[in-house]
């Protein structure tokens, strides 16, 4: 295990930004912090950093005690999410910083930065200064000069948060590219779900200054802990009291299947390549998405009355005990009240 | 004041000079009030004062500059004024830091009681230093008559200058800036010389110019305690008005084109200094 963090409490006046926690974050892999806003996921980056104290609690990176070490002292590389380039300073100047720190003989420095450079592909932009360069290739500027010191442990802070979300996907694909290059073990911070199923090798859902859960993206996908889980990491939709996602609901129209739920179809609305439709069963409205080749083929059409009965297209234990019930359903468009 | 009004022109005249393009209705006439506004105030008045200084011709000039008394009174004031914005650089940007960054009691006060010398009437403070360090000092500091005088006179009406120039500039700092230079392995030392420092010094060198004309331009606070004795403690200020009472035009003229040309000097070597320290980061 590469960082170790042992029942870490952080307060800030009243407010408690982590609650006991401890994780341990593996070697060589890209592990993300997810979780909502203010959930405590940038304290215990910047606790991991030494850039926070803890007020409690031991943080170890690979085997050494560190948390009475300064940040100076703890060789990690920190990216934040404004990029904080050195602003009077050439790109090149400010990937050289931390080596020329270390007082590196010039040649070396020279070499190093020219590699680093061409690793996130700003060769051409060495002596501009950060502010002639876009959001993404500050950041990858940021990315560059925190690589430049060899760190033991890569540590982002909502690294893309600042950028549109064009460039966030493209320089998220970079990321996960480059750490498979650079195999230095990386832990970034992220309130966007997708991103980390995305890139992440393991996910460390946090809330409320806690750990909900750990594991890979299948794991939490598949088998969220809890309820908190499940409605973070993708839609879900409540059938009876149970958490469903949209997708995993199929639609039937003609008799209902034994076990299915029955009810009428209030809404129905296209989002791309996806269809989303609402079924209005007693006082539940579910959520059911389809791909459009499933839609045609249901042929839930507006102006036609048809029943449709549905139920989990997975064998989703959690929902079987609540398909007791049938519904019928009808187009939203003729009975616009829905029922 | 003189050259505190010297920076816009700088400016003005860079943009013209380096822009080339063409200037619309509105910011034609807003160049053309200012240019007029400023003539009236500044380069007039100062046109004035080297015409008037000229008169005597060159000869006269020199003799008016190199006469011993005058001489003197040009060394301690130039002298003095340097001294002091040396020290203002550092207590400046000293006080500025701890007035931005650290949280104690009575901050609110310290905040108000920087602009004093801003608000107080000059001979108001010549008065107060000259009750707290004159001869009859409370506090057993006599400094009347002495060059002390000159430096403590210059020390406190020059005091906010360079406070209340890098204060904002501090306060907009990014703190995220000095965390990724810590994380690098930076010092706090390291830190503050290569990046706060650059970010700091225009600022510094904004209130250490105005730091500098103040002090030249000193009259009110330091005829007290100092004493205005010749050769000793008499600053140019005072030397002028001696020259206008005895009817000497000239001469005094003649001291204001020496003074103004040494603060245009001073301006622009500290233009560039601060250039220099923002590049070296």
Same mark, same amino acid.
């Given at each position: 295990?590469?960082?170790?963090?042992?029942?870490?409490?952080?307060? =800030?006046?009243?407010?408690?930004?982590?609650?006991?926690?401890?994780?341990?974050?593996?070697?060589?892999?890209?592990?993300?912090?997810?979780?909502?806003?203010?959930?405590?996921?940038?304290?215990?980056?910047?606790?991991?950093?030494?850039?926070?104290?803890?007020?409690?609690?031991?943080?170890?990176?690979?085997?050494?005690?560190?948390?009475?070490?300064?940040?100076?002292?703890?060789?990690?590389?920190?990216?934040?999410?404004?990029?904080?380039?050195?602003?009077?300073?050439?790109?090149?100047?400010?990937?050289?910083?931390?080596?020329?720190?270390?007082?590196?003989?010039?040649?070396?420095?020279?070499?190093?930065?020219?590699?680093?450079?061409?690793?996130?592909?700003?060769?051409?932009?060495?002596?501009?200064?950060?502010?002639?360069?876009?959001?993404?290739?500050?950041?990858?500027?940021?990315?560059?000069?925190?690589?430049?010191?060899?760190?033991?442990?890569?540590?982002?802070?909502?690294?893309?948060?600042?950028?549109?979300?064009?460039?966030?996907?493209?320089?998220?694909?970079?990321?996960?590219?480059?750490?498979?290059?650079?195999?230095?073990?990386?832990?970034?911070?992220?309130?966007?779900?997708?991103?980390?199923?995305?890139?992440?090798?393991?996910?460390?859902?946090?809330?409320?200054?806690?750990?909900?859960?750990?594991?890979?993206?299948?794991?939490?996908?598949?088998?969220?802990?809890?309820? =908190?889980?499940?409605? =973070?990491?993708?839609?879900?939709?409540?059938?009876?009291?149970?958490?469903?996602?949209?997708?995993?609901?199929?639609?039937?129209?003609?008799?209902?299947?034994?076990?299915?739920?029955?009810?009428?179809?209030?809404?129905?609305?296209?989002?791309?390549?996806?269809?989303?439709?609402?079924?209005?069963?007693?006082?539940?409205?579910?959520?059911?998405?389809?791909?459009?080749?499933?839609?045609?083929?249901?042929?839930?059409?507006?102006?036609?009355?048809?029943?449709?009965?549905?139920?989990?297209?997975?064998?989703?234990?959690?929902?079987?005990?609540?398909?007791?019930?049938?519904?019928?359903?009808?187009?939203?468009?003729?009975?616009?009240?829905?029922? | 004041?003189?050259?505190?009004?010297?920076?816009?022109?700088?400016?003005?005249?860079?943009?013209?000079?380096?822009?080339?393009?063409?200037?619309?209705?509105?910011?034609?006439?807003?160049?053309?009030?200012?240019?007029?506004?400023?003539?009236?105030?500044?380069?007039?008045?100062?046109?004035?004062?080297?015409?008037?200084?000229?008169?005597?011709?060159?000869?006269?000039?020199?003799?008016?500059?190199?006469?011993?008394?005058?001489?003197?009174?040009?060394?301690?004031?130039?002298?003095?004024?340097?001294?002091?914005?040396?020290?203002?650089?550092?207590?400046?940007?000293?006080?500025?830091?701890?007035?931005?960054?650290?949280?104690?009691?009575?901050?609110?006060?310290?905040?108000?009681?920087?602009?004093?010398?801003?608000?107080?009437?000059?001979?108001?403070?010549?008065?107060?230093?000259?009750?707290?360090?004159?001869?009859?000092?409370?506090?057993?500091?006599?400094?009347?008559?002495?060059?002390?005088?000159?430096?403590?006179?210059?020390?406190?009406?020059?005091?906010?200058?360079?406070?209340?120039?890098?204060?904002?500039?501090?306060?907009?700092?990014?703190?995220?800036?000095?965390?990724?230079?810590?994380?690098?392995?930076?010092?706090?030392?390291?830190?503050?010389?290569?990046?706060?420092?650059?970010?700091?010094?225009?600022?510094?060198?904004?209130?250490?110019?105005?730091?500098?004309?103040?002090?030249?331009?000193?009259?009110?606070?330091?005829?007290?305690?100092?004493?205005?004795?010749?050769?000793?403690?008499?600053?140019?200020?005072?030397?002028?008005?001696?020259?206008?009472?005895?009817?000497?035009?000239?001469?005094?003229?003649?001291?204001?084109?020496?003074?103004?040309?040494?603060?245009?000097?001073?301006?622009?070597?500290?233009?560039?200094?601060?250039?220099?320290?923002?590049?070296?980061?």
């Amino acid at each position: 295990m590469s960082i170790e963090i042992s029942n870490v409490s952080k307060r =800030f006046g009243s407010f408690v930004a982590l609650d006991d926690v401890s994780v341990s974050i593996p070697s060589g892999q890209l592990t993300a912090l997810l979780g909502p806003s203010g959930g405590g996921k940038s304290t215990l980056l910047r606790i991991i950093a030494g850039l926070e104290q803890a007020d409690s609690g031991s943080v170890r990176i690979e085997g050494v005690d560190a948390t009475g070490l300064p940040p100076q002292k703890r060789n990690v590389g920190f990216v934040f999410q404004h990029y904080a380039a050195f602003k009077h300073m050439s790109v090149r100047r400010n990937v050289a910083f931390g080596l020329e720190i270390r007082r590196r003989p010039k040649a070396e420095i020279r070499e190093r930065v020219d590699e680093l450079l061409r690793l996130v592909h700003l060769e051409q932009f060495g002596d501009r200064l950060p502010a002639q360069l876009s959001g993404g290739q500050r950041q990858r500027m940021a990315l560059a000069r925190a690589l430049a010191v060899e760190p033991t442990v890569l540590l982002l802070d909502e690294p893309f948060g600042a950028l549109d979300a064009k460039v966030r996907k493209e320089l998220r694909d970079w990321l996960r590219r480059l750490h498979d290059e650079v195999h230095v073990t990386t832990v970034f911070v992220t309130h966007d779900q997708e991103e980390a199923l995305e890139v992440a090798d393991e996910i460390v859902v946090i809330n409320d200054g806690r750990i909900e859960q750990i594991g890979t993206p299948d794991e939490l996908y598949d088998a969220p802990a809890n309820d =908190f889980v499940m409605r =973070f990491l993708g839609p879900v939709t409540q059938l009876g009291d149970q958490l469903v996602r949209p997708h995993d609901l199929v639609i039937h129209t003609g008799d209902p299947e034994p076990g299915a739920v029955t009810g009428q179809v209030s809404r129905i609305t296209r989002i791309g390549f996806e269809i989303r439709v609402e079924v209005t069963t007693g006082d539940q409205v579910v959520v059911v998405t389809l791909t459009r080749t499933r839609f045609r083929a249901l042929d839930i059409e507006e102006g036609r009355r048809c029943g449709s009965g549905w139920r989990p297209r997975r064998s989703l234990t959690r929902c079987a005990s609540v398909e007791e019930a049938r519904c019928r359903s009808r187009h939203a468009v003729t009975t616009p009240s829905g029922r | 004041m003189t050259t505190a009004t010297l920076a816009p022109d700088r400016s003005a005249t860079r943009r013209s000079a380096r822009g080339g393009r063409r200037l619309d209705r509105y910011s034609g006439l807003g160049l053309g009030v200012a240019m007029l506004w400023f003539s009236l105030l500044v380069l007039i008045p100062l046109t004035a004062v080297v015409v008037t200084a000229s008169e005597g011709g060159w000869g006269g000039f020199w003799d008016a500059v190199t006469n011993e008394q005058t001489a003197a009174a040009i060394r301690l004031t130039v002298g003095t004024a340097l001294g002091v914005t040396v020290v203002n650089v550092v207590m400046g940007t000293l006080i500025a830091w701890v007035l931005v960054r650290d949280r104690f009691f009575g901050k609110r006060l310290l905040e108000i009681l920087i602009d004093i010398p801003f608000a107080l009437p000059t001979i108001v403070a010549g008065l107060v230093l000259l009750s707290l360090y004159g001869p009859e000092s409370p506090l057993g500091i006599d400094v009347h008559n002495t060059r002390i005088a000159v430096f403590l006179a210059f020390l406190f009406v020059t005091l906010p200058f360079i406070v209340r120039t890098v204060q904002p500039v501090l306060a907009e700092l990014d703190r995220e800036v000095e965390e990724a230079a810590a994380s690098l392995g930076a010092s706090r030392f390291t830190t503050f010389r290569r990046i706060i420092l650059p970010s700091l010094t225009p600022a510094i060198a904004a209130g250490a110019a105005l730091s500098f004309a103040r002090g030249v331009s000193e009259y009110g606070s330091l005829v007290l305690l100092s004493g205005n004795l010749p050769m000793r403690t008499e600053v140019t200020s005072v030397r002028i008005l001696s020259s206008i009472e005895n009817d000497n035009l000239d001469n005094a003229s003649a001291v204001a084109a020496v003074l103004l040309a040494i603060s245009f000097a001073v301006i622009v070597i500290l233009d560039i200094i601060q250039r220099r320290v923002i590049r070296r980061g």
